[in-house]
C-alpha cells in the first residue's frame, strides 16, 4: 500500500508563487504515476497534472498550462507542482493521488492523499 502525503499549502497573493510536495512511501511507491487534482467548495474536483514514474512524461489540465510545473524525484518518491502566477479560481484543496498508468485529464486515480489548502487573495 502506498502512502500520500501533501504539504506546502498556504496563503498566498495574486500573482505570486507557491510549491507542494507530495511524498509517496510505501514498498511500490516508485512504480506509480502520481497527479495532482484540486477542489473548491461547489465545484468537481479538477485535474491539475500528472508525471509517470520514470519523472519523463507529464500532462496537465488546460487551466494549468503554462503557470504550474509538475516534477518528480525519483530518489525520494517525492513529485512537485510549482505553481507561478497564482490567480484567485487556483483557491483550492489540492490533492495528490497515485495510479498504476499515467493518466491523461478526464482519468481519475486510484488513491488519495489528505489534501492540502491553496488560498489566493487578492
Known amino acids: 500500500q502506498v502512502q500520500l502525503v501533501e504539504s506546502g499549502g498556504g496563503l498566498v497573493q495574486v500573482g505570486g508563487s507557491l510549491r507542494l510536495s507530495c511524498a509517496a512511501s510505501g514498498r511500490t511507491a516508485s512504480d506509480y504515476a502520481l497527479a495532482w487534482f484540486r477542489q473548491s467548495p461547489g465545484k468537481e474536483r479538477e485535474y491539475v497534472a500528472a508525471i509517470n514514474w520514470r519523472g519523463d512524461t507529464t500532462y496537465y489540465g488546460d487551466s494549468v498550462k503554462g503557470r504550474f510545473t509538475i516534477s518528480r524525484n525519483v530518489h525520494n518518491n517525492t513529485v512537485y507542482l510549482q505553481m507561478n502566477d497564482l490567480k484567485p479560481q487556483d483557491t483550492a484543496i489540492y490533492y495528490c493521488?497515485?495510479?498504476?498508468?499515467?493518466?491523461?485529464?478526464?482519468?481519475?486515480?486510484?488513491?488519495w492523499g489528505q489534501g492540502t489548502q491553496v488560498t489566493v487573495s487578492s
Open positions: 493521488a497515485g495510479s498504476r498508468s499515467l493518466l491523461p485529464p478526464g482519468y481519475s486515480y486510484d488513491f
